[in-house]
């Protein structure tokens, strides 16, 4: 028999009045009335009441439990008077006849636990052991577990074969800065941990592996946001052989789709196919939210002819919203946002009101020609307003997006009853770094529609990859492509990009190698699982779904890293530290 329960603390019930039984867990509250004792035991599965009524054990309570303390309690399952309907057990209680403290927690705690989602981040983070004993939390993370196992059997009933590749890895150009891992046995050599297991993916299609997947671990030296953990995170990471993109598709929308419906209440909705350029030209991101009802639109040629000298030589996007109850200070708030978060020099729109009137930043530029064509082509009504964004195509694009998701979170029009799924397809195979040249916009091991033929005859920002993301209320939360599999294809590829066929062959020698032995055509993509489950638990910020998360400036409080290591251990690899 377990010497420390007999029951977990949410099995007991009515039934179970009379029984001898023997519990164990965490304190959570503490009420002393004086002639009784009250303490809500709390372990992993749920809470029991307990009460001490003899004299001499409630003085040992008294003097030596606190709050948080784990406590062995033995005693006899009695009737509770005051009965509470919120907690299973809420019909019974245990008369403590014996008691054990297991382990002792301190009088004076860094917060209360069930407080804890009201504490500064950092602290929550410092003490994350107590931070997860707050219900709400640890639910998130045994939901997170929930939702594994379906991932995990669904991919199982699609046949795929899960694979455990290497986390020690090469260096490899995959969109973000590896982190290194010096080697002591081959001095000034180095691992990388793995952005993803890109190539080993495509190395088991070419062993002969027609489809596999894992829960993968991917490690990526970038800045933090709100829905990017700093350093790790984990992918549903899966493979097809002699499979096209649509093939993939199918296997995003049944596993993620089904996974959605599943553990939410909420509408799961779309997986309609839209371009970049689409996305870009009508959302101004190539992760729209679908939700939001604002479509944006060129109105370039309706100003070709404008006085208003900044709309000269510029493309002109355009968003109509309904601005019957909108006040002045709305738009001027607008202005206010564009200018101090998007660093514009301001934000030029017009209200169309009754008896033909016209209102705004611009409205002295706007021509009864220039009214009847907005009418036309956007189907300007009275009571309505137009927000204009000008400058070269693709700033335009991306400063029109970000107007759209801020006007439709002020006016309130995102409905958050619906998943809505689509995927982006079609995104460019290059685009220019910040230095302008040329470089992979996307993943780099993906085939170019057109093959060989795109790369040998268009401009490299004119060829089209066969790549997609799958994105959801804003979020990106896979991304998949064709993969080539072609050496001629490859080094081609990786030419434009700067790279020497001798570079491609000493940075990619496994793939390069394996190309020449009959390789499959293969496919596949990697839905985020931490983003993932982020969305289904409506969280805003991806730290709340991690049972271990690094803080906003990827410092991991708990255990203290990044940390200084001794000198020792840094001859042990071969490195010396250069101090500036």
Request: a negative charge; one cysteine or more; proline letters at 4%.
């Amino acid at each position: 028999m377990n010497k420390y329960r007999t029951h977990k603390c949410n099995e007991l019930r009515e039934e179970d009045v009379g029984k001898e039984v023997r519990l164990s867990g965490f304190v959570r509250t503490i009420r002393d009335l004086g002639s009784l004792i009250f303490i809500d035991l709390k372990d992993h599965y749920g809470i029991t009441q307990l009460v001490f009524d003899n004299e001499k054990i409630q003085e040992e309570v008294r003097k030596s439990v606190n709050v948080e303390s784990t406590i062995l309690a033995e005693g006899v399952v009695t009737k509770r008077s005051n009965i509470n309907d919120k907690i299973p057990t809420g019909k019974i209680e245990i008369v403590v006849s014996k008691f054990e403290i297991l382990g002792k927690a301190p009088s004076v705690l860094p917060f209360q636990v069930d407080e804890s989602r009201k504490v500064r981040e950092d602290l929550r983070l410092e003490y994350r052991f107590l931070d997860l004993r707050n219900d709400e939390i640890h639910e998130k993370i045994v939901f997170r577990s929930k939702v594994l196992k379906t991932l995990r059997d669904k991919m199982d009933e699609l046949g795929f074969v899960e694979v455990q590749t290497p986390i020690l890895a090469n260096s490899s150009p995959e969109g973000a800065r590896d982190f290194l891992v010096p080697s002591r046995i081959h001095p000034g050599e180095f691992y990388a941990l793995p952005q993803a297991p890109q190539q080993f993916k495509q190395l088991l299609m070419i062993s002969g592996f027609d489809k596999y997947y894992q829960i993968a671990p991917c490690f990526r030296d970038e800045d933090p946001r709100a829905d990017r953990s700093p350093g790790e995170f984990y992918q549903l990471d899966f493979e097809m052989s002699f499979a096209e993109e649509k093939d993939v598709q199918d296997v995003l929308k049944e596993v993620v789709g089904s996974t959605f419906k599943k553990y939410t209440n909420k509408e799961v909705v779309g997986f309609e196919r839209i371009t970049f350029k689409e996305a870009m030209d009508k959302y101004g991101i190539d992760k729209p939210d679908l939700r939001n009802p604002l479509i944006i639109q060129d109105v370039t040629d309706i100003f070709k002819d404008s006085e208003f000298k900044v709309f000269k030589n510029k493309t002109i996007k355009a968003i109509k919203i309904n601005a019957k109850d909108t006040t002045r200070r709305f738009f001027d708030d607008m202005v206010k946002y564009a200018v101090e978060e998007l660093e514009l020099g301001g934000l030029a729109w017009i209200k169309y009101t009754e008896n033909n009137q016209i209102s705004g930043t611009i409205s002295k530029f706007i021509t009864e020609d220039i009214l009847k064509s907005l009418k036309d082509k956007m189907g300007l009504k009275e009571n309505e307003a137009i927000f204009f964004i000008a400058d070269e195509y693709m700033n335009a694009c991306k400063i029109a997006g970000q107007i759209r998701i801020e006007l439709g979170n002020r006016l309130n029009i995102i409905p958050n009853d619906k998943y809505y799924f689509c995927f982006i397809v079609d995104f460019p195979m290059y685009e220019l770094d910040d230095d302008g040249k040329i470089d992979f916009s996307h993943n780099p091991f993906s085939m170019p529609i057109g093959g060989l033929d795109s790369l040998l005859n268009k401009d490299p920002l004119d060829v089209v990859a066969h790549q997609f993301d799958l994105v959801c209320n804003g979020y990106e939360l896979a991304s998949g492509a064709v993969r080539n599999h072609d050496i001629d294809i490859m080094i081609k590829a990786f030419e434009i990009a700067g790279y020497t066929k001798e570079e491609v062959e000493n940075r990619f020698g496994s793939l390069y190698n394996a190309f020449k032995y009959g390789p499959p055509p293969h496919a596949g993509a990697a839905p985020g699982i931490d983003r993932m489950i982020m969305l289904l638990l409506d969280e805003s910020n991806i730290r709340e779904v991690i049972a271990f998360p690094k803080n906003s400036k990827a410092r991991d409080l708990l255990m203290g890293a990044p940390s200084v290591v001794s000198k020792q251990q840094l001859e042990d690899v071969h490195i010396a530290l250069i101090e500036k």
